[in-house]
């Protein structure tokens, strides 16, 4: 084999290897979302627990966590706790609120799922036809958004939430917005 060939094979080996360890760094749950930075989609719809449909800007002036979830979700059954959980510790703050959005699902299988596992407490509301999923850009569930005072998403969580994840990423969050306001 020529040294040209040896070079050539050698650089292309080398490329390889670089692109490789880059591509180690990447986490492959994250899926950037065009929406942070920008104001969240409205969300109206019908309440699961009854009573008045839930519409997202009702809630301006406080913090957001949006969390869309379903019944066929495996993973939604493994976060269900950390939710109900984080629930408890911010159902009586005045800057923070959650709601849930139920997707592709039946009424049926949303309330079976929230006897099952436990209701949370927060409104969840129901959207069977994926419209408000479509305009969120949600891939899969679960996701969670976090929508600031203003009405602006300021961070998308794909995959379950977890213990301390309030503490660890929202509360860093809402300091942060809030020095910059």
Known sequence: MSQTWKLILLVAVVGILVLFGLGLGNDPRHIPSPL?????????????GGGDPVVLS???????????????????????????QLYAKVRN???????????KDTV?????FLARHGDPGYPQAFDPGQKVAIDWGVYGAPESFLVDPQGIVRYKQTGPIYEGWFEKVVVPLMNQWQVKQ
Do not use: T
Request: positive net charge; aromatic residues 12%; proline residues 5%.
């Open 58 to 84: 009702s809630y301006r002036g406080r913090w957001v966590m949006v969390n869309f979830w379903g019944s066929w979700c495996v993973s939604c059954i493994s976060e269900h706790p950390h939710l109900i």
């Open 36 to 48: 942070v930075g920008q104001p969240a989609p409205e969300i109206r719809g019908d309440n699961l």
């Open 108 to 112: 049926a299988g949303a309330r079976a």
């Open 93 to 103: 703050r005045k800057d923070f609120a959650i709601i849930g959005v139920d997707f």
